[in-house]
Structures are given as structure tokens and as C-alpha cells.
């Protein structure tokens, strides 16, 4: 039995989702790619192609934040399908890139559907399809969401992930030389570049967290983060596509680093952004669900984050809550977790359930950034 990915279980989705399920019942070869951030609850009990009627034929899921890229991404397009169902994402270029990848891996004749919700921004969406596929047709409109439909007519260029990679070239802030920012506990090596800030230039996918610029409070951090020492061993945390590990290691070539992240199409963007090689110390990317990816035995002595806080559209500190619980156990003696937040965010109540030293290193009226030890 197949799950479907869990945003299709939103019930305000279900009727569309039902649509697109007859038609596969004799489906050669489809894919469905299924996003889960289109700002919705993903909370409705969970849904089988069982409850969805006929079963389809050979349907492959994929879904950025549940699983690793596949190659079909990664090489040129020589996989054909029949039929192809998209989740329309909330960043528009990101649709155009799965309009592009999925139209060169459809047959001539094939079809592709994209679906949404109103408020994910599927109103626009008949646009960007009739752009890349010459024509677009909304099926159907219910419940807040609506189901469109085009048919390929021609050739779709732009079909390989590489085609969508971005180079965003950053100014990454100096290291705080502050009193308050350095570790008494841990006297910290002279990092490799103490003063002057530094230009790094990156790869980005579209959908990516902050894709083509440096976020705010990851600045911030960064600008206020104490220096590690080189044989020092750093997590950072929901990694993105690793500006805050690549910062770190421009700083001290030889940090020991490891990344985690639940998006798939952002590790790969990291991978490239961490490369091995040249005296650098290697970074070990890992890809899954909060500290469940890390072996138990690893320790760090810091675990570095400008950590997720909402779920879709809506504010939640699961995630986050989470991290605090979790981070004590893969700390070494002496070492710290450091989290950027929103400066209206007190996570100091949190933190306290969990450490025993919560301190506020930095503070603007944008951002705060935490140690907790
Ligand atoms: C606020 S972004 C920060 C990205 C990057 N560190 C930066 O500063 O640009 C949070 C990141 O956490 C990741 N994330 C969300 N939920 C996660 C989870 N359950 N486990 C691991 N990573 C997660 C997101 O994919 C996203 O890349």
C-alpha cells in the first residue's frame, strides 16, 4: 500500500487529489511530486491511494523534504512518464523549476497536472504552466484549491537540475571580537580570518531557505558567533544549503563540520558548497529528520542554528522544541548551543528546562542570538 505524501492528506486538497487519482487507474509510468510547504495544515489523519479509489498504476512519489534526491533530479532527462502531478509550491521559481524538470521528462501527448491551494498561490500558476507548456486549463476549482492541466506539445529545455543551480555570491560578516562573545571554557585557535569580512560565493536551488541572498538573522549570527577552535567539532543545524557551515570553515579551514537538513535539494546545494579537498577538513552532510539523523555516539562541541519556526504558513516551535530537548545529549563537556532567533522570541523559558547556562550573547531589535550550555 502507498502512503501519499502527508500534504496530500489535507483535506481541503482531497477532491483534486481524487480527480487526478482516476485518471492514473491505467497509468503507464507517472510521478508525483508532492511539496510539502504550500501553507497548509498537514495535520488531517492520514489518507492511502486505497482511500482514494482505483489504485493507479506505476506511480513514483518524491518529496524534497522526505526523501534524497533521486537520480532522475540529478542526470539528464532520459526517464519518459505519462502523466505527472505537481504540488504547486509557494515560491513561483520554484514551480518553474518543476514545471521544467517534470515537462522534459513527460512524453509527447503526456500530461501534467499541478494542483493547490488557493492561498499557495495555484491562482497564478496557469501562467507559469502555459508559459513553459504553451497551454494550461484549470479542471477543476473546489474547496479552495484549484486543479490545472497541460498537455506537452513540444520539447521542455531546462531539464536538469543543473540548469537551476544559482551562485549567490554573499558578504559573510567578521567574527565578534567582543568580551561577551568569547568561550572562557574553550579558548578558541586565532581564526583564519579574524577581521576583515569575507565574500563567499555559493550554490542555491530555488525553494531553498533565503535562495539567492544571505538571511537576515543567519547574518546576524554569524556577525556575533565566537570563534571555534579548528579541532573543534560543529553541527550546524538545519543547514540550508550550508552558509553558516561554509562561513565557519572560510574562518578555519580545518573545522571539523557536520550538517543536517530535512531538505534533500538543499543538502545538494550544500555538498557543493562544502567541497573536499585543498587542506580543508571534511564536512560530513546528513540528510533527515532533527538529531534522529546523528548516530548516538557523536558529540559536538557546538551545535549552531538559525533553526526552523514555522511548519507551511504557520508559526510552530515543534521543531525547534525539539532541538533544545535533544542537543544536551549530543554536546561534549563544556560545549554550547547556539540559536538565532526572532528578538520578540524568549527562548530563554525553554532553554532553562534543558541547560543549565542560558546566556544572550548578542541582541538588535531584529534578532537575539542564545548559548546555552
Ligand atoms: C531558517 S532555515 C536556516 C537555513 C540555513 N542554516 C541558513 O541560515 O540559511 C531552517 C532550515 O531547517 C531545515 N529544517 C526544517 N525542519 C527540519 C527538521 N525537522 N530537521 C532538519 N532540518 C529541518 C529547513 O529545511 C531549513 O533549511
New binding site residues.
Given amino acids: 500500500m502507498l502512503t501519499l505524501p502527508p500534504l496530500l492528506h489535507a483535506r481541503a486538497l482531497k477532491p483534486l487529489v481524487e480527480l487526478m487519482v482516476q485518471d492514473l487507474a491505467d497509468c503507464r509510468a507517472a510521478i508525483w511530486v508532492g511539496e510539502a510547504d504550500v501553507g497548509l495544515s498537514a495535520s488531517a489523519n492520514s489518507t492511502t491511494m486505497d482511500d482514494l479509489g482505483d489504485s493507479p498504476g506505476a506511480v513514483e512519489f518524491f518529496h524534497r ?1 522526505q526523501a534524497t534526491l533521486p537520480d532522475w533530479i540529478t542526470q539528464p532527462a532520459e526517464v519518459r512518464w505519462q502523466n505527472a502531478l505537481l504540488a504547486w509550491p509557494k515560491a513561483r521559481v520554484e514551480g518553474m523549476m518543476w514545471l521544467h524538470l517534470l515537462g522534459a521528462r513527460l512524453d509527447v501527448g503526456g500530461k501534467l497536472w499541478v494542483y493547490g491551494h488557493n492561498r499557495g498561490g495555484i491562482k497564478s500558476a496557469d501562467r507559469a504552466l502555459a508559459e513553459v507548456f504553451g497551454n494550461a486549463e484549470v479542471l477543476a476549482s473546489k474547496a479552495h484549491g484549484r486543479l490545472l492541466q497541460a498537455v506537452k506539445t513540444a520539447p521542455i529545455g531546462r531539464g536538469a537540475l543543473a540548469d537551476w543551480a544559482e551562485a549567490v555570491t554573499m558578504t559573510i560578516p567578521s567574527l565578534a571580537v567582543s568580551p561577551l562573545a568569547a568561550d572562557a571554557s574553550q579558548p578558541a585557535n586565532p581564526p583564519a580570518s579574524q577581521a576583515a569580512p569575507q565574500q563567499l560565493t555559493l550554490t542555491s536551488y530555488p525553494g ?3 535562495h539567492g541572498r544571505l ?1 537576515a ?2 547574518e546576524f549570527l554569524l556577525a556575533h558567533l565566537p570563534a571555534f577552535a579548528g579541532d573543534q567539532r560543529v553541527l ?6 550550508g ?2 557551515a561554509a562561513a565557519l570553515r572560510a574562518r578555519q579551514p580545518k573545522q571539523r563540520l557536520t550538517l ?4 534533500s535539494l ?1 543538502l545538494q546545494a550544500a555538498a557543493a558548497n562544502l567541497p573536499d579537498g585543498h587542506g580543508l577538513a571534511s564536512a560530513s552532510l546528513l540528510h ?3 538529531l534522529d539523523a546523528l548516530d548516538l555516539h557523536q558529540r559536538f562541541d557546538a551545535i549552531v ?4 519556526i514555522h511548519q507551511g504558513a504557520a508559526q510552530s516551535m515543534d ?1 525547534l522544541a525539539r532541538l533544545i530537548a535533544d542537543a544536551p545529549r549530543f554536546l561534549s563537556h563544556g560545549g554550547a548551543l547556539y540559536l538565532v532567533m526572532q528578538h520578540r522570541l524568549n527562548l530563554a523559558p525553554l532553554l532553562q528546562t534543558r541547560f543549565e547556562h542560558v546566556e544572550l550573547l548578542a541582541s538588535n531589535d531584529q534578532y537575539k542570538l542564545w548559548r546555552a550550555r
Avoid at 236 to 241: A, E, M, T, W
Avoid at 305 to 308: K, Y
Fill in positions: 523534504f531553498c531557505f533565503a538571511d538573522g543567519t550546524d543545524y538545519g543547514s540550508g544549503v552558509v553558516i543536517i537538513d530535512i531538505d538543499a533527515g529528520d532533527r542554528s538559525n533553526p526552523p521543531v
